[in-house]
């Protein structure tokens, strides 16, 4: 591991020279470069803008091999998803990914999804809408868990709403394992996404029918 490839490899990321870095965090372009070959070791202080400006956890500034990301994530591709059904969930917690789906899986056993098809695919994706005095008082977040449910399945069972996905093109990338340095990962992933949509001209169509994005967390 080394903090002057890790400053270097965020600051191609970002597409910041090392001039506009300097001029960020208030040192010369020769410190910069004095940081990136590990001449000098950054202050305390500046360790933390730096992890500011590139939106990192200090700690995996320091201590994470960063580098080796480029090599946790697939080419990205443009996918059409067939039109789909599901039953979906949404809960406000501090821990909502954990929290919802553990009871998507609860009623999937209820209804009898996982009984008509074992591997009935679940997914899930950020529900934006907790106020902010939910989120700082009560550190409140949203997540959405939910089943696709596949052809010919029909229950009774409440406790969740059904809705339908129309066919859309979504960018697509995969991350091998995505919990792994400190969650840095998925999150990361995303920009990817963005600046893959930006560089080649696409632009997201809001519309009720269709989702922005979602995850999908798989073992291969």
């Not at 009984?115 to 959405?144: C, K, T």
């Amino acid at each position: 591991m080394s903090l002057g490839k890790n400053i270097q490899y965020l600051r191609r990321q970002k597409k910041v020279t090392q001039e506009k870095l300097a001029e960020m965090m208030s040192v010369s372009r020769q410190t910069i470069s004095k940081w990136e070959s590990d001449e000098i070791i950054p202050e305390l202080n500046k360790l933390v803008s730096l992890s500011d400006v590139f939106s990192c956890k200090l700690d995996a500034l320091v201590k994470e091999d960063m580098n080796v990301w480029d090599e946790a994530y697939s080419e990205i591709i443009v996918k059409k998803v067939k039109a789909f059904k599901m039953a979906r969930y949404v809960m406000l917690t501090p821990n909502p990914e954990d929290d919802v789906n553990f009871y998507m899986k609860n009623w999937a056993r209820r209804s009898g999804l996982l009984e008509f098809q074992p591997d009935a695919m679940r997914i899930g994706w950020d529900f934006p809408f907790a106020i902010s005095e939910m989120q700082n008082r009560f550190g409140l977040r949203g997540y959405v868990a939910a089943y696709i449910l596949p052809e010919g399945f029909e229950t009774s069972c409440t406790g969740v709403e059904f809705a339908s996905q129309k066919e859309a093109d979504y960018a697509v990338i995969t991350i091998q394992d995505p919990f792994a340095a400190g969650l840095g990962r998925i999150p990361n992933a995303y920009k990817k996404i963005m600046e893959f949509l930006r560089t080649n001209g696409f632009r997201e169509k809001p519309r009720e029918d269709i989702l922005s994005c979602f995850e999908h967390v798989y073992e291969k």
